[in-house]
């Protein structure tokens, strides 16, 4: 039994992939797939203690397993973990499970991720640093015979989302396009990337981390001309995140927060986990973001300079 988790699920599945091949060699194993977000878990249980139809042996793979960590993810309705623990004592030899979660966080104090980690084998999957992505960048591109600038290949490692899906896709586009890598060529293809995740930049407010908004503010602002859609998107985070303070303080749970807000249950947690501010911060900041709004349509403020100061202002230095 297997327990593979990461941030990226690429990853994820690649190793999947990886132990799914080298199990099912000679082709004997019937393969079924769930999550325990959209499947019920007394269903996977039972496939997994009933004998097949074609074969006698299973791979079954189980994602989504988020109880292995305090994340409040809305699992499947009849979720209960009692069948968690029916499935990881399993004693079916016929049978390989392979769970997995899109989460590099492990709970060391939950009874079931204790349970979790002394049954199935662990595989926790890190990001290639940067180091690591170019030696697989470069080896691709060789054993393709294909040429490249070295100020290319930093480049393109750049300008990329952190996503391996993404990195993945893009040395085949490079590989396909059989040309020489440039950085010419590296503008081309990661135009696409500069109109990055405006979540991820709005979420630098709460975390206060200014060095991530001033690497990824200009490249926004050269892609994306309206700046009321980013001032709304950092709005609606603000007021959310002040809201899940309040009911935090009511001794409200995550999960009932988000029922009440209308938000999922992983976005409360996240807004949690990255913030760095008290309530009075966080008006302030939302009275910033009105001010800021009623005077760039009043003409007071030009789009760009202005605003890219008082922003910076929003920050506690």
Known sequence: MFFVHSNDNFLIKRQVEKLIQKA?????????????????????????NTYSIFSNKKIIVINDCWFVNESKVKLHKNYDVKFVEQILNTTNQEVEIIMTVNSDKFSKKLKIAKLTESTCKMLKLDEPSTD????????????????FDQDALDLFIDKLPSDMQVFSNEINKIIALNKKLNTQLVDEITTKYHSFDTFELANCFISNDVKTFLKQWASYMEIN???????????????????????????????????TL??????????????????SQINDKI???????????????????????????????
């Open 24 to 48: 099912n060699v000679n082709g004997d194993y019937e393969i079924f797939e769930y999550s325990l977000i959209d499947d019920s878990i007394s269903s996977i249980l039972e496939e997994i």
């Open 225 to 259: 001309n309206d700046i009321f859609s980013f001032l709304a998107l950092l709005a609606s985070n603000l007021v959310t995140l002040r809201n899940v303070l309040l009911f935090k303080s009511k001794r409200m749970n995550n999960s009932e927060i988000a029922s």
């Open 132 to 147: 690591q992505k170019k030696q697989i960048l470069i080896k691709k591109l060789e054993n393709a015979n294909i040429e």
């Open 262 to 279: 209308q938000v999922n249950p992983y976005r409360v947690s996240k807004l949690l986990e990255q913030n760095k501010l008290d309530i």
């Open 287 to 317: 009275k910033v973001l009105y001010s800021l709004e009623k005077n760039i349509k009043g003409g007071i403020y030009d789009n760009k300079i202005i605003p890219e100061i008082e922003l910076l202002k929003m920050f506690s230095f």
